[in-house]
């Protein structure tokens, strides 16, 4: 009988957190939920702050009844999170404030005064990514415009997967996929970006060292063990950031593009090499190196964004409301009835979606709707319409054909959508595993002990575990005629 092993997996979100166990075996990976908890995010004026504290006790809470639920030798555990919030650490060790939010956003002039600092294409010719003012970057250096006091104090600086890692064993560091993401790190040589920090005037002293995904750091110290009543357990960085995570299940045959949906939808290739090319960059893509070192081409886009803030809305009056019942309500609506860009600007808003929906819908001269299995089924729509478009700009990008696109996440669950994109593409979609993110956070953990001993065995592994479902395009013409329409939309921008 083959060796299975079992190994903890931990994934931080900004307002959710799971904790589940996982027994890996040669063949497959068995994930059994152990704890689930919300969190609020805490205001402060015009600042948004993770409410550390509260979060890592409850992550304590949920180790050591997945520590109790594994009845035997637990053999790592690993956390992913959001991967541009940081923490600061004074000089012992200490967080001196709770760690900013993703979406506490800087001073508006942020990006005016970055680009003055450095042009925009020779930032994403060193990073692999454009002026965002969600990146690690823009945050540090609106901390350092205004002065502030917890940066000057800061002796570390850690992103928020490896600031709890560091609570649980004292370990400092990050992984690759998580530097890559701030905007900080240089994709060329793997390290921080002495250009970037000199430029923004940044303090690199701050900066962990970066290690490779896969990599055991230590063990959950003795002190922390006792709070939860458990023996030491291995700590591994995984590759903390979920996107690169769910990314890695993926095989990527040359005529395969991925999709995923995190805190942002993100559609994208594997290529053999760094593009830094005009046509790359103009196309808005970013370039990042993923947790086997393969080069991922992707671009980002709002996803599932407008459908939650609906959603939000609409529960402040039903608070029973599903996601299955809206899925049904949208199947049931007539097509077409609304062609929306789901990224344009008129959306970049936390009020009243359905309103801001209908504003826009008549600013571009189309009719307005109150029902609301219309406005969602129009933005499954608008999102199957701009992943094709965005597919198109990939094949000119790496000069490859594309095929088959691979959904994995919590979108390859809804079935409208994925037929939606199959039809609106004209391609097959595969869609699965929906749990990639931790599948591969516990099957990095199993090929950090030696269990697994490739990413290939590792992508076996994923492919047999979970059902993976398969739609073929259907009622192409329809399709095709409403994307010639809504192209001029997306060409706009």
Request: overall charge neutral; hydrophobic content about 40%; some cysteine.
């Amino acid at each position: 009988m083959a060796e299975i092993k079992k190994y903890i997996a931990i994934d931080i979100r900004p307002e959710n957190t799971r904790i589940v166990l996982g027994s890996v075996s040669a063949e497959k990976v068995v994930l059994t939920p152990v704890y689930q908890f919300s969190h609020k995010p805490i205001q402060d004026d015009d600042l948004v702050f993770w409410d550390f504290s509260q979060i890592y006790s409850e992550v304590k809470k949920g180790i050591g009844l997945a520590a109790k639920q594994a009845g035997t030798q637990v053999w790592s555990l690993g956390i992913n999170a959001f991967g541009n919030d940081f923490g600061l650490l004074d000089t012992s060790g200490k967080l001196i404030e709770n760690p900013r939010y993703y979406n506490s956003s800087p001073d508006e002039t942020i990006l005016q005064k970055a680009s003055e600092l450095i042009p925009e294409k020779q930032l994403f010719e060193c990073t692999g990514m454009h002026f965002s003012q969600s990146g690690s970057l823009y945050r540090l250096f609106s901390m350092r415009q205004s002065r502030s006091a917890a940066l000057a104090r800061a002796t570390n600086l850690l992103f928020i997967a490896d600031l709890f890692s560091y609570f649980l064993c004292g370990k400092r560091f990050t992984d690759y996929t998580i530097a890559g993401a701030s905007q900080l790190m240089d994709i060329r040589t793997g390290d921080w970006s002495k250009e970037i920090l000199e430029k923004f005037s940044l303090p690199a002293q701050i900066l962990p060292k970066i290690i490779n995904p896969g990599t055991i750091i230590g063990q959950i110290t003795a002190k922390v063990g006792l709070e939860f009543g458990c023996g030491p357990i291995p700590v591994t960085a995984v590759g903390g950031n979920d996107e690169a995570l769910a990314i890695a299940c993926v095989c990527s045959p040359e005529n395969q593009a991925y999709m995923y949906y995190g805190n942002s939808g993100l559609i994208g290739v594997e290529v053999n090499n760094l593009l830094s090319s005009n046509e790359t960059y103009q196309a808005g893509f970013t370039v990042r190196v993923g947790i086997d070192e393969k080069v991922q081409l992707f671009k980002n886009f709002s996803g599932l964004y407008l459908l939650e803030q609906c959603k939000k809305h609409w529960e402040i009056d039903e608070s029973e409301l599903s996601d299955k019942s809206l899925i049904k309500s949208a199947s049931q609506a007539s097509s077409f009835a609304g062609l929306i860009d789901i990224d344009s600007k008129a959306f970049l808003t936390n009020s009243n979606m359905p309103d801001t929906i209908n504003k826009y819908l008549e600013q571009i001269r189309q009719k307005k709707t109150q029902n609301k299995g219309a406005l969602v089924r129009t933005i499954l729509e608008a999102i199957a319409f701009k992943t094709k478009y965005i597919i198109e700009e990939l094949e000119k990008a790496a000069a490859k054909k594309i095929d088959v696109i691979q959904i994995v996440g919590s979108l390859a669950e809804n079935i409208l959508l994925c037929q939606f994109i199959a039809d609106a593409s004209g391609r097959v979609v595969l869609a699965g595993p929906a749990e990639a993110v931790l599948s591969v956070n516990i099957l990095m953990q199993a090929k950090a002990t030696g269990q697994i001993g490739s990413m290939q065995q590792l992508r076996e592994i994923c492919g047999n575990s979970f059902e993976s479902s398969r739609y073929q395009p259907q009622d192409a013409p329809k399709w095709d005629k409403k994307y010639k329409r809504i192209k001029k939309l997306f060409e706009k921008r």
